[in-house]
């Protein structure tokens, strides 16, 4: 199965000494490929390479990837002083002290207290380490988003293609409701010339049934809708049977399947509404209607695939 949804959700979590590196990737539908990336400034360099990897796998869609780089609460800090904070405090103490000598020395809790003296000594994580995690994080975190639009895409496949079923069956049903409408019309011709005492001519009355079945024929709309729903189908079945997903060979075919089936379901509308319009029959009418509401919600359900 190579037909992916657009929208997608997942999360990852890697522990790395005293941080925890966490990714959050969700995705909704876009007409283009549209990515922002949320992440530490010490992280940024590596931006480029997730960029690459994202561009890769989706060719529609809006991407908004959240990484956080958090201290982990487990881990001890130990505590330090630092050294040109107190001496700069000692230094100002004496002055006081030369200007006031009344004035009272500090105390070993009022220099603590002094922003900047304490700071954490904690042991430094190496930047290589950071981008291993960071890499972990973001490759389950993707393997799962990439299964997610998976998942969603398998169910979209179905929903289409019972709806290309639904449609054609419509259409099916239009063929044999033609010559009914001729018939119906023809009697209904007969009934007025002998109600208004003419003769009959059957010559003229074949001559105008035959331009009443040209002016209302819509055996050339059956066949589009026809030949637009088989279309479908073999959109789909191409997607059945690409078997590796955003591979190299595929690639051209992938990021036009949303594409393609948007502009089958405007074809399809378009035939429906004509076929609408030339309907001289209840029964054409209801079909009419009923393959509007159909193609509506298969582009509705289009706007969703990549």
């Known amino acids: ?4 949804s657009m929208t997608g959700f997942a ?8 941080y925890t590196l966490s990714v959050l990737i969700r995705a909704v539908n876009h007409r283009f490929f549209d990515v922002a990336i949320r992440m530490p400034d010490t992280l940024r360099p590596l931006e480029p390479v997730l960029r690459e990897k994202m561009a890769f796998g989706v060719k529609r869609g809006k991407i908004d990837c959240q990484i956080q780089c958090a201290e982990r609460a487990d881990t001890s800090a130990a505590l330090g002083v630092h050294e040109p904070t107190v001496k700069a405090l000692l230094s100002a103490e004496k002055q006081i002290i030369a200007m006031s000598p009344d004035a009272h020395p500090l105390t070993v809790s009022e220099i603590l207290r002094h922003p900047g003296v304490l700071m954490s000594v904690s042991e430094e994580v190496e930047a290589e380490e950071l981008k291993t995690a960071l890499q972990t994080a973001f490759d389950r975190a993707w393997n799962e988003f990439m299964s997610s639009r998976k998942r969603e895409g398998e169910k979209l496949h179905a929903i289409l293609a019972r709806h290309a079923d639904q449609m054609e069956s419509l259409a099916l049903q239009c063929k044999p409701r033609m010559p009914i409408v001729y018939q119906a019309y023809k009697e209904r011709l007969i009934k007025w010339v002998k109600d208004s005492g003419a003769e009959l001519d059957e010559s ?3 001559q105008e049934v035959a331009l009443y079945a ?8 059956i066949d589009r809708l026809l030949a637009h729903i ?6 789909l079945k191409s997607a059945l049977d690409a078997t ?15 594409k393609r089936l948007d502009f089958l379901a405007q074809e399809l509308h378009r035939e429906a509404n004509t076929l609408g319009s030339k309907s001289v029959d209840l029964t054409l009418s209801q079909i009419s209607l009923e393959l509007k509401v159909l193609i509506e919600q298969l582009r509705e359900q289009v706007q969703n695939i990549e």
Not at 1 to 4: A, I
Not at 244 to 258: H, I, L, R, T
């Open 1 to 4: 199965m190579n037909l992916f």
């Open 244 to 258: 590796v997903p955003n591979s190299a060979d595929n690639k051209s075919q992938n990021e036009s399947y949303g």
């Open 204 to 206: 003229r009355l074949m």
């Open 230 to 235: 088989n279309e479908i189908r073999r959109i």
């Open 11 to 18: 999360t990852a979590s890697v522990n790395s000494g005293k």
């Open 214 to 221: 040209a002016r209302i024929d819509v055996q050339e709309e």
